[in-house]
């Protein structure tokens, strides 16, 4: 009754969201005639998604499988993400295809190694943020002048430096405590009823799998930056395709890292309405407009193609039910 209820409030959150944004104006859903009217940003559209969201982030977490010594081979690491994928789309939030690839890679791993294979979803999760402030924070120290000068961005350049300096900080804080003699210590800490520590508590798990490759981590976070990179250039080519008005690059990444967070929030499908009102009072904090209609035009033609994911979903599901149904090899 509980989670009925949850869902029922979830989904009018949504609808207000996008019967606000509609009937003020600020969402043309007309806008997404852009697909077949600017052939540039359709084969852009697909080649994030196949370059991006597919390659690039599967293998990111690869690397990070690889790295914690379990068996994910690129086939199969696809195959989970793009199912993923798939349900990052229908289910609330962005971390919905999370829980399905975690039911697979668990399922798949010998025994013992369970654990781990659910941790290094966790860690690809922190990695992925991880980059995003990443970006946001150089570009930050780039254009200092121009946040300087802004008061409305000098809170956002703030957050982005922060962020950035306190994910390092925890990445080399677990790294230091990844021995015999500390770790007890940062384990009998971590275990305190305090909140979000039960989340530490799987990141930190993750890391000490890694402590005896660093490089691993380094090569995961090198992936991540170029989807970012990939990801922002492709926002704001759409910006500029649908709307005509110059977006300037320190204005766009100051304000990107916050939409990206309020998509990730596990309200609706792919942040749909959240990440809608989110980035129109993003673009209006930076003197611009129709935020909203970028972001649905956006959010449209990845989720379209997230769709595809359903079938190598079904393979998985197939290949996973005959798995079980081969006996085990007698000795």
């Known amino acids: 009754m509980k989670k009925a209820v949850l869902t029922v409030l979830k989904l009018a959150i949504v609808a207000s969201a996008l019967a606000y944004l509609i009937h003020s104006g600020r969402l043309d859903i007309f806008a997404l005639s852009v697909f077949w009217k600017d052939p540039l940003v359709l084969f852009t559209n697909v080649g994030l998604w196949l370059i991006g969201a597919a390659l690039i982030n599967t293998l990111r977490w690869q690397v990070l499988a690889i790295g914690m010594k379990l068996h994910l081979p690129l086939r199969r690491a696809l195959q989970m993400s793009l199912t993923g994928m798939f349900f990052n789309t229908v289910a609330p939030g962005s971390v919905g295809g999370d829980l399905v690839k975690a039911f697979?890679?668990?399922?798949?791993?010998?025994?013992?190694?369970?654990?781990?294979?659910?941790?290094?979803?966790?860690?690809?999760?922190?990695?992925?943020?991880?980059?995003?402030?990443?970006?946001?924070a150089v570009l930050v120290v780039s254009f200092s002048s121009r946040f300087l000068s802004t008061p409305a961005l000098q809170p956002i350049a703030v957050f982005a430096i922060l962020g950035c300096f306190g994910i390092t900080i925890f990445f080399l804080g677990i790294f230091y405590f990844a021995n015999e003699k500390r770790a007890p210590l940062l384990q009998a800490f971590l275990e305190k009823p305090y909140p979000g520590f039960s989340f530490l508590r799987k990141i930190t798990q993750a890391l000490f799998a890694l402590k005896d490759r660093p490089s691993y981590l380094v090569w995961a976070i090198l992936l991540?930056?170029?989807?970012?990179?990939?990801?922002?250039?492709?926002?704001?080519?759409?910006?500029?395709?649908?709307?005509?008005?110059?977006?300037?690059?320190?204005?766009?990444?100051?304000?990107?890292?916050l939409g990206f967070l309020a998509v990730a929030l596990p309200i609706a499908p792919g942040g749909l309405g959240v990440g809608h009102l989110a980035f129109e009072k993003l673009f209006m904090?930076?003197?611009?407009?129709?935020?909203?209609?970028?972001?649905?035009?956006?959010?449209?033609?990845?989720?379209?193609?997230?769709?595809?994911?359903?079938?190598?979903?079904?393979?998985?599901?197939?290949?996973?039910?005959?798995a079980r149904t081969i006996p085990a090899p007698v000795n």
């Open 104 to 136: 697979y890679i668990f399922r798949e791993q010998k025994s013992g190694q369970g654990t781990p294979a659910l941790l290094s979803i966790f860690l690809d999760r922190l990695v992925g943020l991880y980059c995003v402030f990443i970006v946001a």
């Open 224 to 257: 991540g930056l170029g989807f970012q990179i990939l990801y922002m250039t492709f926002f704001w080519l759409v910006t500029y395709r649908i709307t005509g008005q110059e977006l300037p690059i320190a204005d766009f990444v100051a304000v990107f890292p």
């Open 285 to 322: 904090l930076i003197g611009l407009s129709h935020g909203a209609t970028v972001f649905n035009c956006i959010f449209v033609g990845q989720a379209a193609l997230n769709l595809l994911g359903l079938i190598p979903y079904l393979f998985l599901k197939k290949s996973s039910q005959s």
